[in-house]
Structures are given as C-alpha cells and as structure tokens.
C-alpha cells in the first residue's frame, strides 16, 4: 500500500524492528546445526544431528558404540564362538563355572549395562578338543 505524503509516493516499512531482529535470531540459531550437518537433499530442519564424542553420524546405518562409530550390520566376536552386534547387544562374560559369556539386549535410550540389560541368548562353550 503506499501512502501519498506532500505529493510523493512513500512505502510503508517491508518489515517493523522487531520482526527483522526476530528472523535474524532465528537463521542465526538455526545456522550453527545447518553448518555441522552433512550436506544431503531434503529439508533441514533446526534439531541437532546425533553426535558421537566429536564426530556426526547416521541412526539410519551407523550407531555409536562407546566413542566409536559403527555400522548396524558390524559384527563382533563374543567368547571363542559366538558373534553379536554391538549396535543392539552386549557381550557379558559370566564369571561363575567355566568360562561362560551371554549376549544382553541394549535398551533404547538407556546406558545398557551386562548386569541389568535382559539376557538376548547364551553363547555355546567351546568344545573340548579330544
């Protein structure tokens, strides 16, 4: 809309102070999370990416397994013949009887620990070789 002031045309404001300095706080809050993201294609959105000690990652394909970033498919050995996966479970020696070693669910959002995570499966001894 423009105003007629002493025979000239003047426009009003695009915008008042405070709606600029209100956008300008929000891309500049918003910019820290946009730069320390990857770059890919669809929307960034202002929420921190996961972190695992100083680096990014995916949740998608990649977990963080004590400071160390992991695909969900790795494997690992557990005792002398059993394998588990990291991303989701634990591998617990039991110290009673023959040496003995249980694979434990990690729980979501929870610091898993060998003993109070549920027990996923036990692993087999080894065979004695005669």
Same mark, same amino acid.
């Given at each position: 809309?423009?105003?007629?002031?002493?025979?000239?045309?003047?426009?009003?404001?695009?915008?008042?102070?405070?709606?600029?300095?209100?956008?300008?706080?929000? /891309?500049?809050?918003?910019?820290?999370?946009?730069?320390?993201?990857?770059?890919?294609?669809?929307?960034?959105?202002?929420?921190?990416?996961?972190?695992?000690?100083?680096?990014?990652?995916?949740?998608?394909?990649?977990?963080?397994?004590?400071?160390?970033?992991?695909?969900?498919?790795?494997?690992?050995?557990?005792?002398?013949?059993?394998?588990?996966?990291?991303?989701?479970?634990?591998?617990?020696?039991?110290?009673?009887?023959?040496?003995? /070693?249980?694979?434990?669910?990690?729980?979501?959002?929870?610091?898993?620990?060998?003993?109070?995570?549920?027990?996923?499966?036990?692993?087999?001894?080894?065979?004695?070789?005669?």
């Amino acid at each position: 809309m423009l105003e007629l002031t002493r025979g000239t045309l003047k426009e009003p404001p695009l915008l008042s102070p405070i709606v600029s300095v209100c956008i300008t706080i929000f /891309f500049l809050q918003c910019a820290k999370v946009v730069t320390d993201t990857p770059m890919a294609s669809g929307l960034w959105l202002c929420q921190p990416a996961p972190r695992c000690g100083d680096h990014l990652y995916n949740p998608l394909e990649q977990c963080c397994d004590d400071d160390t970033i992991l695909p969900l498919n790795r494997t690992r050995l557990c005792g002398p013949n059993c394998t588990f996966w990291p991303c989701f479970e634990l591998c617990c020696p039991e110290s009673f009887g023959a040496q003995k /070693f249980v694979v434990k669910l990690k729980v979501l959002g929870v610091e898993s620990r060998c003993f109070s995570s549920p027990i996923s499966r036990n692993c087999p001894r080894q065979r004695s070789q005669v």
